[in-house]
T-cell receptor, first 115, second 116 residues
Framework: NAGVTQTPKFQVLKTGQSMTLQCAQD?????MSWYRQDPGMGLRLIHY???????DQGEVPNGYNVSRSTTEDFPLRLLSAAPSQTSVYFC??????????????FGPGTRLTVL | AQSVTQPDIHITVSEGASLELRCNYS??????LFWYVQSPGQGLQLLLK??????LVQGIKGFEAEFKRSQSSFNLRKPSVHWSDAAEYFC??????????????FGTGTKLQVIP
């Protein structure tokens, strides 16, 4: 199993550009999520999905879109990049979002810089 | 809504010394509690978790944590630290939202430095 994979590892954008961060998992996990990590702020939830076709907003959703057309993939789209979106982005998945099965498995992260 | 506080931003310990990282949570009922570790440039890895039962939980890499309901704490401990334990440690609390799905909130992290 590859676990949770993310591409790209690094990305530099100019203000106003759009891009998609890719996330895939091969564990048949029901729950997938996107976090951003900023110094001194821990991880903050951007969006999450509890199954194919079902997504919801997290703590900091503005400026980001997601979709979940398959169980495996959960891409994060930046619509019009802003310097405030400079961060490290982590994708995570877990077997279920209910009960005791919600240990999350994290990808290696994408370091995004917006100039 | 739940919250979690890690009061120590940075801790330095000598190799071989004992370690305790503090975590306090706020939630009306018994939450799900986690400790994750993040090595430099890596994603997060689960160290241990508490859902119910025995309040002393054993994890990987020789770590343990104790749930204390009266203090709303879930402190992480290790009796003898190794240089490879240098990393950032995150406490997290999970609780169900209105839809019954777990919402996990992370603390701001404690960075551990290990000196020879």
């Amino acid at each position: 199993n590859a676990g949770v994979t993310q591409t790209p590892k690094f990305q530099v954008l100019k203000t106003g550009q759009s891009m998609t961060l890719q996330c895939a998992q091969d564990m048949n996990h029901e729950y997938m999520s996107w976090y951003r990590q900023d110094p001194g702020m821990g991880l903050r939830l951007i969006h999450y999905s509890v199954g194919a076709g079902i997504t919801d907003q997290g703590e900091v959703p503005n400026g980001y879109n997601v979709s979940r057309s398959t169980t495996e993939d959960f891409p994060l789209r930046l619509l019009s990049a802003a310097p405030s979106q400079t961060s490290v982005y982590f994708c995570a998945s877990s077997y279920s979002a209910r009960g005791s099965y919600n240990e999350q498995f994290f990808g290696p992260g994408t370091r995004l810089t917006v100039l | 809504a739940q919250s979690v506080t890690q009061p120590d931003i940075h801790i330095t310990v000598s190799e071989g010394a004992s370690l305790e990282l503090r975590c306090n949570y706020s939630y009306g009922a018994t939450p799900y509690l986690f400790w994750y570790v993040q090595s430099p440039g890596q994603g997060l890895q689960l160290l241990l978790k508490y859902f119910s039962g025995d309040t002393l939980v054993q994890g990987i890499k020789g770590f343990e944590a104790e749930f204390k309901r009266s203090q709303s704490s879930f402190n992480l401990r290790k009796p003898s630290v190794h240089w490879s334990d240098a990393a950032e440690y995150f406490c997290a609390v999970g609780a169900p939202n209105s839809g019954g799905y777990q919402k996990v909130t992370f603390g701001t992290g404690t960075k551990l430095q290990v000196i020879p």
